[in-house]
């Protein structure tokens, strides 16, 4: 009996160390917070495909779960089961503007931040007949008349990016805010609005071709993709706004779970293969780690509570 009873324990106590060892044994929900096909969907495709030459016995499966400016999919994500099996990812600026309005049913806390994989220049635009070709004729037309400025959704990046621009330039836009790019740009290229704070992505091939003009990128340097057109600090104008695109994980994940993931998103980062896709995509890289990238989503937070304290929405 004793040396059954041995037989037992020996067995309970290695079990939970051969299902840890066989992980992942099933397939890998990623939740993608928007509908298939746009910038953030096609991101985790592309990771899925380098994943297999690190995991090649892995399954994954995106899930697109789109609404509320990224929040339905935020929630499902922190309200996961934490044993790897769900991860997630999320973007800026909505992640943390669903926090400071008091929305969102998650906190930072809610998740284990993984790192990012890339970004999305926000863009200043105008339609291809305005007589506006750089940020001081912005600014100028904007003190001596409204302009109507058009934003994808109130406490986006295009959002938050308007409204440091409004404070750094002492003007005040009559801003229209849209339900998506597609309403977005189809405002622009009919030359509905005067103005459109938006992400490069969406913009740099109608700008090539003439039928919008890109009159400033807010970033640190220009792009590649636009390498005529300038950005806002070249042109006196500090604001910097950027998309950023992460994976993240249910909080309380297993740490040897969290490490393996951790472990597999660097690696895809750095594989020649994604990165390639991701150009070949205009998927924008902007690498950071889980500990790199947590640091940016609070900042983000304290900067976004600070322009929804002086204008809730």
């Not at 950023?244 to 660097?266: S, T």
Request: aromatic share 8%; proline share 4%; charged share 25%.
């Amino acid at each position: 009996m004793r040396r059954i009873i041995f037989i037992v324990m020996i067995v309970l106590i290695a079990l939970p160390l051969q299902v840890q060892a066989k992980y992942p044994s099933r397939a890998i929900t990623i939740i993608v917070p928007s509908a298939a096909g746009g910038s953030t969907d096609a991101t985790a495709r592309i990771f899925i495909k380098a994943a297999k030459n690190y995991w090649p016995e892995a399954d994954f499966v995106v899930k697109n779960v789109s609404g509320s400016g990224g929040q339905k999919g935020f929630e499902e994500i922190a309200r996961a089961k934490a044993d790897g099996y769900t991860i997630g990812m999320v973007f800026t600026t909505q992640v943390v503007a669903h926090i400071v309005s008091k929305r969102a049913k998650y906190t930072l806390d809610s998740f284990h931040v993984m790192g990012n994989v890339g970004q999305d220049p926000e863009i200043v635009v105008v339609p291809k007949n305005s007589s506006i070709t750089s940020l001081d004729e912005l600014v100028k037309a904007a003190k001596e008349k409204t302009l109507t400025a058009t934003v994808n959704g109130i406490g986006s990046d295009d959002f938050v990016a308007m409204r440091k621009f409004e404070e750094i330039a002492g003007v005040t836009f009559n801003m229209m805010p849209t339900k998506g790019s597609t309403e977005q740009k189809a405002a622009i290229l009919g030359g509905h609005v005067d103005v459109s704070f938006m992400n490069l992505s969406q913009m740099h091939g109608q700008h090539k071709a003439g039928d919008a003009r890109i009159i400033a990128i807010l970033d640190e340097t220009r792009s590649d993709l636009v390498m005529d057109v300038k950005t806002g600090i070249e042109q006196g104008y500090k604001v910097l706004m950027t998309a950023a695109r992460g994976f993240v994980a249910p909080a309380k994940i297993d740490k040897d779970v969290a490490d393996k993931l951790d472990d597999l998103l660097q690696k895809v980062l750095k594989d020649p293969g994604f990165i390639a896709d991701c150009k070949k995509d205009s998927l924008f890289l902007l690498p950071m780690t889980g500990t790199q990238f947590l640091g940016y989503l609070k900042e983000l937070q304290i900067d976004t509570q600070r322009y929804y304290n002086k204008n809730p929405w």
